[in-house]
């Protein structure tokens, strides 16, 4: 038999590719998020939806540890998979869903709606503007991005507006959850 000139007998001179450990809970976690998400949409009962919303959550916290931030997991498992989704379930079987009611045609619930989107539109740019600098800080291993005393630091002393700006917008929130809850 003849070998070729580039190919060598020796295995473990192989370039293979194993998948790691991290690798495979990185692709099951993103593959429960997006599965999760997408029973969130397509379920009918809305109960349902909260729930598949919660294992999103437990799913995207998952993420959140592989990423070395283990106290944005907890902030996310604690806030959002606990107190906010005890919260939308209580509106949820609070409010009588059986009754075909018509949709509400108010100007200031349309008005409340276009300045809640316009508050998340600014939160979303004032946070998204130096992602290119703290992106080199990630690949190139510097810099102690998601320790919790510069995650305090950087929240209260650079995001300032943007964290006063999403206060009002769960306060709008809850304003509007309040005139929904109302008959």
């Given at each position: ?10 295995i ?10 991290t ?9 429960m998020?997006?599965g ?9 009962n809305?109960?349902h939806?909260?729930?598949?919303l919660?294992?999103?959550f ?7 540890v592989?990423?070395?931030?283990q ?5 996310n498992i604690i ?8 919260l939308?379930?209580?509106v949820?079987?609070?409010m009588?869903?059986n009754?075909?009611s018509s949709p509400?045609?108010?100007k ?5 709606g276009?300045?809640s989107g316009c508050?998340?539109?600014?939160v979303?740019?004032?946070?998204l503007k ?12 510097t ?6 005393n ?10 300032v507006?943007p ?13 509007g ?5 109302k008959k």
């Amino acid at each position: 038999m003849k070998k070729r000139k580039n190919q060598s007998p020796d295995i473990t001179k192989r370039t293979t590719t194993i998948m790691g450990i991290t690798q495979m809970l990185f692709w099951f976690l993103t593959v429960m998020a997006l599965g999760s998400a997408l029973m969130v949409v397509f379920s009918k009962n809305p109960v349902h939806s909260i729930l598949w919303l919660i294992v999103t959550f437990f799913s995207i916290s998952g993420h959140y540890v592989l990423l070395n931030a283990q106290f944005l997991a907890i902030v996310n498992i604690i806030v959002y998979a606990g107190a906010i989704m005890v919260l939308f379930l209580f509106v949820v079987m609070m409010m009588n869903l059986n009754d075909i009611s018509s949709p509400l045609k108010n100007k200031w619930l349309k008005f409340a709606g276009v300045i809640s989107g316009c508050s998340l539109l600014l939160v979303l740019i004032a946070a998204l503007k130096d992602t290119g600098t703290m992106q080199q800080e990630v690949l190139l291993n510097t810099g102690k991005i998601g320790l919790i005393n510069n995650l305090g630091t950087v929240l209260f002393k650079d995001y300032v507006l943007p964290f006063e700006i999403s206060s009002v917008l769960f306060l709008s929130a809850m304003v509007g959850a309040v005139v929904i809850g109302k008959k």
